[in-house]
């Protein structure tokens, strides 16, 4: 074991070597589950990053067409065309600049860079993505809410995000 308590396990068949990272066992148990706050959506504008004031939720969907092979060689699967696709809500918020910049994007038919970011490990995914459904509900009684669905255009790019501090907010007399 190493200094983190994690097990390293050199594998070997042939010429083929394989390494794997364990944690023991007993510490499998310990170990710590996501939340779903802990990721978050964000857009990338001329300022830099544009989280939405009230995201409740978000999911990221990767799928791929399957190809079927039926050779006098080889029968079975491979893969196909890859799909992925965001999804997010939100409560709509007074003074949210996230609604006015989606209209915007929507009014020109322009792509929006989005990124997940998980904020526990500082990393994100970033793609450019059209937007395939933008979304307002305005129900009686209830909080007007939000929508966005989109399927990425071209390749998802890993990121390290760095944090930083928030600027400090001048004093009003």
Same mark, same amino acid.
């Given at each position: 074991?190493?200094?983190?308590?994690?097990?390293?396990?050199?594998?070997?068949?042939?010429?083929?070597?394989?390494?794997?990272?364990?944690l023991p066992f007993n510490?499998?148990?310990?170990?710590?589950?996501?939340?779903?706050?802990?990721?978050?959506?964000?857009?990338?504008?001329?300022?830099?990053?544009?989280?939405?004031?009230?995201?409740?939720?978000?999911?990221?969907?990767?799928?791929?067409?399957?190809? +079927?092979?039926? /050779?006098?060689?080889?029968?079975?699967?491979?893969? @196909? =065309?890859?799909?992925? &696709?965001?999804?997010? *809500?939100?409560?709509?918020?007074?003074?949210?600049?996230?609604?006015?910049?989606?209209?915007?994007?929507?009014?020109?038919?322009?792509?929006?860079?989005?990124?997940?970011?998980?904020?526990?490990?500082?990393?994100?995914?970033?793609?450019?993505?059209?937007?395939?459904?933008?979304?307002q509900s305005y129900s009686n009684? +209830?909080?007007? /809410?939000?929508?966005?669905?989109?399927?990425?255009? @071209? =390749?998802?790019?890993? &990121?390290?995000?760095? *944090?930083?501090?928030?600027?400090?907010?001048?004093?009003?007399?």
């Amino acid at each position: 074991m190493n200094r983190n308590n994690v097990q390293t396990q050199t594998l070997q068949k042939g010429e083929i070597s394989m390494t794997e990272q364990r944690l023991p066992f007993n510490l499998q148990f310990f170990a710590k589950e996501y939340k779903g706050e802990e990721f978050i959506f964000a857009v990338k504008d001329s300022q830099g990053l544009l989280r939405p004031f009230n995201q409740t939720g978000g999911s990221f969907n990767r799928s791929f067409d399957e190809i +079927e092979l039926d /050779t006098k060689d080889k029968t079975g699967s491979d893969y @196909g =065309k890859e799909s992925v &696709e965001v999804s997010l *809500e939100g409560v709509v918020t007074e003074g949210d600049p996230f609604i006015d910049y989606m209209d915007e994007k929507l009014d020109n038919k322009e792509f929006i860079e989005i990124y997940r970011v998980n904020s526990r490990k500082k990393t994100a995914k970033s793609g450019l993505y059209m937007i395939t459904s933008w979304e307002q509900s305005y129900s009686n009684g +209830e909080h007007a /809410t939000y929508t966005l669905s989109a399927k990425l255009n @071209g =390749k998802l790019k890993n &990121e390290d995000m760095v *944090e930083t501090e928030a600027p400090a907010e001048e004093d009003q007399e």
